[in-house]
């Protein structure tokens, strides 16, 4: 069972950036979600192994960055030009292909969530 932990959450004004990590040892393809009450879990970025492959959700294109370390086994979510509705709460999920994909139902492992409130 691989765990995955999240940090780096918290409470910004709009504008502002955050850097959220998950830890996680393995060889995974890693992803970023976003989920708000009431409504489906949004696919913000995700990332190959290697790290050579990244893709993001339109609403965050040009704003978010993910990247990873595999030396530190960390994946991070730069989240920069924050606005109040990325408030949501944010997963990371990993992955056991390789590749990147946008699409929830293929990720293994899911972290418990960070929570990212971003004020007007």
């Known amino acids: 069972q691989v765990q995955l932990i999240e940090s780096g959450g918290g409470l910004v004004q709009a504008g502002a950036s955050l850097r959220l990590s998950c830890a996680a040892s393995g060889r995974y393809a890693m992803g970023w979600f976003r989920q708000t009450p009431g409504k489906e879990r949004e696919f913000v970025a995700a990332?190959?192994?290697?790290?050579?492959?990244?893709t993001y959700g339109d609403s965050v294109k040009g704003r978010f960055t993910i990247s990873r370390d595999n030396g530190k086994n960390t994946v991070y979510l730069q989240m920069d030009s924050l606005k109040p509705e990325d408030t949501a709460v944010y997963y990371c999920a990993a992955n056991r292909n390789p590749s990147v994909t946008t699409r929830a139902r293929e990720y293994d492992y899911w972290g418990r969530g960070t929570q990212v409130t971003v004020s007007s």
């Open positions: 990332i190959s192994w290697g790290g050579a492959t990244s």
